[in-house]
């Protein structure tokens, strides 16, 4: 027990210190990397002075003519020696001292002017990158081919295409940066992962952590882990109590960390994403049945336990054989459950995926995916905690109990399964759940005389099952797709009066299959286009549909895109090839495209509520 509380203190104050760290004052770009490039003595010579704690990285660095015709420089000049620093290979020094020889310039250029780049990219200790830069210097020769002037331009983000305007520079000043674009929160996330110290990193990590624990990839292993500790807790096993019940969840939370860990690796060194190919049909189905089976033994037709063989074993080796056993089972619960039941794309996921990929340090990657996870399985340890204090004494209660868990598991089931069934058919099962439950509980029976207040208190949650229960019903016979909302299909559309170019009932998604039927789309686009990456199995697509793609001002904004989807379900070669193309390990993710051309900066992970999701569309689409 307090080994487990030093760990959560331990991690909570890295946390601390981690964004302590990250609200340094960072310097702005102009500040970090100062650039200038004048003539002297035949040469003209360029610096790049380096703010404190500031650094490039090498094969960032290059130098070019742009203008009359784009001409590469770095392999006739002499750069300063880099070093190795965080495992890149970077320049530190205060100063980035490069001369180019006039007369190289001369043989190469026709005309008497010319524009020389200079790109660069880099970090700063403190825990941020920068994108990367460009800073342009136009030059003129006069008509003996003497260098004249140096005229500094515009300061700009390499992927930018609109240059903002600069105020009037006198030669062989550094000029002003240009406005720059926002940083995707994927890249943040792979620049502090690049750039930060190791405590940094695991306290933002576990902060993520927490943040999505209030998502839906984490509540249906809420149940789960209540009904393992319920079962653990029965006649002829050992007392529950506050610590048992904090220990068995921290084996639930440390076997899913771990899950989550091994598939965040193997997804970032081989692009092979473990949970989202474990979505498929034939294993949601073989997990549902798994959970159909557990609901039945929980209603007492039978008891799942180990092989009589194996707890013969156990029992030699300890005395404490029985819980042994249980808490093999609770760790496998927990590992599958992370695998099966909470597949989850959140940029924090995408961004330790993203860095591994890119770098191979699966070391530092799966440390901080370890983290996030454990900080996921907060909520879960405070249900164990919980669940262990105020369980009662075992007795006739537990009867109860383990039915109520038992239609709990059976919802989980259908949960599992809706992400690969018409969602009416969905409807009809949560219908049949809860009209059954009702039934069970004595909706149809009438009240006897002298009945006891918990009696009342049963019938009445009855009645409302059989309610719920009748509205899942009539929704599916309505064509309803969405348990939350029943009697969507007669409801009057809220969005009719938005836009009269859209459905009646939503926005309206071209799917595209493959990269070929995708790129043609957007080319034959005359407007803004936005690409959805869904599929049935994403809980947190499901959230979007249902939320913010519902909203009012979502949809008329979103009427000035093409709007495109991209259904990942099935998994498929043409499935991944898409993944692939964009590094996404998966849904949901919104791309946007102006004029052919892919915004890169405002790729958007995982689930946006409708007031952040605004902003960004108002920005994409120039409005």
Same mark, same amino acid.
């Given at each position: 027990?307090?080994?487990?509380?030093?760990?959560?203190?331990?991690?909570?104050?890295?946390?601390?210190?981690?964004?302590?760290?990250?609200?340094?004052?960072?310097?702005?770009?102009?500040?970090?990397?100062?650039?200038?490039?004048?003539?002297?003595?035949?040469?003209?010579?360029?610096?790049?002075?380096?703010?404190?704690?500031?650094?490039?990285?090498?094969?960032?660095?290059?130098?070019?003519?742009?203008?009359?015709?784009?001409?590469?420089?770095?392999?006739?000049?002499?750069?300063?020696?880099?070093?190795?620093?965080?495992?890149?290979?970077?320049?530190?020094?205060?100063?980035?001292?490069?001369?180019?020889?006039?007369?190289?310039?001369?043989?190469?250029?026709?005309?008497?002017?010319?524009?020389?780049?200079?790109?660069?990219?880099?970090?700063?200790?403190?825990?941020?990158?920068?994108?990367?830069?460009?800073?342009?210097?136009?030059?003129?020769?006069?008509?003996?081919?003497?260098?004249?002037?140096?005229?500094?331009?515009?300061?700009?983000?390499?992927?930018?295409?609109?240059?903002?305007?600069?105020?009037?520079?006198?030669?062989?000043?550094?000029?002003?940066?240009?406005?720059?674009?926002?940083?995707?929160?994927?890249?943040?996330?792979?620049?502090?992962?690049?750039?930060?110290?190791?405590?940094?990193?695991?306290?933002?990590?576990?902060?993520?952590?927490?943040?999505?624990?209030?998502?839906?990839?984490?509540?249906?292993?809420?149940?789960?882990?209540?009904?393992?500790?319920?079962?653990?807790? &029965?006649?002829?096993?050992?007392? +529950? =109590?506050? !610590?048992? #019940?904090?220990? *068995?969840?921290? %084996?639930?939370?440390? @076997?899913?960390?771990?899950?989550?860990?091994?598939?965040?690796?193997?997804?970032?060194?081989?692009?092979?994403?473990?949970?989202?190919?474990?979505?498929?049909?034939?294993?949601?189905?073989?997990?549902?049945?798994?959970?159909?089976?557990?609901?039945?033994?929980?209603?007492?037709?039978?008891?799942?336990?180990?092989?009589?063989?194996?707890?013969?074993?156990?029992?030699?080796?300890?005395?404490?054989?029985?819980?042994?056993?249980?808490?093999?089972?609770?760790?496998?619960?927990?590992?599958?459950?992370?695998?099966?039941?909470?597949?989850?794309?959140?940029?924090?996921?995408?961004?330790?995926?993203?860095?591994?990929?890119?770098?191979?340090?699966?070391?530092?990657? &799966?440390?901080?995916?370890?983290? +996030? =996870?454990? !900080?996921? #399985?907060?909520? *879960?340890?405070? %249900?164990?905690?919980? @669940?262990?204090?105020?369980?009662?004494?075992?007795?006739?209660?537990?009867?109860?109990?383990?039915?109520?868990?038992?239609?709990?598991?059976?919802?989980?089931?259908?949960?599992?399964?809706?992400?690969?069934?018409?969602?009416?058919?969905?409807?009809?099962?949560?219908?049949?759940?809860?009209?059954?439950?009702?039934?069970?509980?004595?909706?149809?029976?009438?009240?006897?005389?002298?009945?006891?207040?918990?009696?009342?208190?049963?019938?009445?949650?009855?009645?409302?099952?059989?309610?719920?229960?009748?509205?899942?019903?009539?929704?599916?016979?309505?064509?309803?797709?969405?348990?939350?909302?029943?009697?969507?299909?007669?409801?009057?559309?809220?969005?009719?009066?938005?836009?009269?170019?859209?459905?009646?009932?939503?926005?309206?998604?071209?799917?595209?299959?493959?990269?070929?039927?995708?790129?043609?789309?957007?080319?034959?686009?005359?407007?803004?286009?936005?690409?959805?990456?869904?599929?049935?199995?994403?809980?947190?697509?499901?959230?979007?549909?249902?939320?913010?793609?519902?909203?009012?001002?979502?949809?008329?904004?979103?009427?000035?895109?093409?709007?495109?989807?991209?259904?990942?379900?099935?998994?498929?070669?043409?499935?991944?090839?898409?993944?692939?193309?964009?590094?996404?390990?998966?849904?949901?993710?919104?791309?946007?495209?102006?004029?052919?051309?892919?915004?890169?900066?405002?790729?958007?992970?995982?689930?946006?509520?409708?007031?952040?999701?605004?902003?960004?569309?108002?920005?994409?689409?120039?409005?």
């Amino acid at each position: 027990m307090k080994q487990i509380l030093f760990l959560l203190l331990f991690s909570i104050s890295s946390l601390l210190a981690g964004f302590k760290m990250m609200n340094q004052d960072i310097l702005g770009p102009d500040e970090a990397f100062q650039v200038d490039a004048h003539k002297k003595d035949g040469l003209i010579q360029t610096k790049i002075k380096l703010g404190d704690k500031i650094y490039v990285y090498d094969d960032k660095l290059k130098y070019k003519i742009v203008k009359p015709k784009e001409i590469d420089l770095d392999k006739e000049i002499k750069r300063p020696k880099p070093e190795k620093f965080h495992d890149f290979i970077v320049h530190r020094n205060k100063e980035i001292d490069v001369d180019i020889p006039l007369d190289l310039i001369r043989k190469k250029v026709d005309g008497d002017t010319f524009t020389l780049a200079i790109e660069y990219q880099g970090c700063s200790e403190k825990g941020l990158c920068y994108q990367p830069l460009k800073k342009e210097f136009t030059f003129k020769l006069d008509k003996a081919g003497i260098l004249k002037t140096a005229t500094p331009q515009k300061s700009e983000t390499v992927q930018k295409e609109e240059r903002t305007k600069l105020a009037n520079v006198t030669p062989e000043q550094d000029s002003t940066s240009a406005a720059q674009e926002p940083i995707s929160e994927e890249d943040r996330i792979v620049n502090t992962l690049k750039g930060g110290s190791i405590w940094t990193i695991l306290g933002l990590f576990f902060g993520f952590g927490l943040l999505l624990s209030l998502t839906p990839c984490i509540f249906p292993m809420i149940p789960i882990l209540s009904s393992i500790i319920v079962s653990q807790s &029965g006649e002829g096993k050992a007392k +529950m =109590s506050m !610590g048992r #019940g904090l220990f *068995l969840s921290s %084996v639930y939370v440390f @076997a899913m960390a771990i899950a989550y860990t091994i598939a965040g690796v193997f997804a970032g060194l081989f692009g092979a994403n473990i949970q989202t190919a474990l979505q498929n049909p034939w294993v949601l189905s073989i997990f549902a049945l798994i959970f159909v089976a557990l609901a039945f033994s929980m209603f007492g037709y039978y008891e799942i336990q180990l092989p009589q063989a194996l707890q013969s074993k156990l029992t030699k080796t300890s005395d404490q054989a029985q819980n042994k056993g249980g808490l093999m089972g609770v760790a496998v619960m927990g590992f599958l459950s992370a695998l099966i039941v909470g597949p989850c794309v959140a940029p924090a996921l995408a961004g330790a995926l993203v860095y591994i990929g890119q770098t191979g340090d699966a070391l530092l990657g &799966g440390a901080a995916l370890f983290v +996030m =996870s454990l !900080g996921m #399985g907060v909520p *879960l340890l405070i %249900v164990g905690a919980g @669940a262990g204090k105020f369980m009662p004494k075992p007795g006739g209660w537990m009867t109860l109990v383990s039915q109520i868990f038992g239609v709990v598991m059976l919802g989980i089931a259908i949960w599992m399964i809706q992400r690969i069934i018409p969602g009416y058919v969905t409807l009809f099962l949560w219908a049949m759940l809860f009209i059954g439950s009702a039934v069970y509980m004595g909706v149809l029976e009438p009240f006897k005389e002298g009945t006891r207040g918990e009696k009342k208190l049963i019938k009445v949650l009855a009645v409302i099952l059989l309610v719920t229960g009748i509205l899942e019903l009539i929704g599916a016979f309505t064509g309803a797709t969405d348990p939350l909302d029943p009697l969507e299909k007669l409801k009057p559309s809220p969005i009719a009066t938005t836009n009269a170019s859209l459905p009646a009932r939503g926005l309206s998604f071209k799917i595209v299959k493959n990269i070929d039927e995708l790129d043609k789309a957007i080319a034959q686009s005359d407007k803004p286009v936005m690409l959805d990456f869904s599929a049935d199995w994403c809980s947190a697509c499901k959230e979007l549909e249902h939320n913010t793609f519902k909203d009012p001002e979502v949809i008329k904004l979103l009427s000035g895109f093409t709007l495109l989807r991209a259904d990942v379900t099935q998994n498929s070669d043409e499935d991944k090839a898409l993944l692939k193309r964009y590094n996404l390990f998966g849904p949901p993710a919104m791309l946007f495209y102006k004029n052919g051309k892919m915004l890169k900066n405002y790729k958007t992970i995982g689930y946006k509520p409708p007031e952040k999701f605004i902003p960004i569309l108002k920005k994409t689409s120039g409005k």
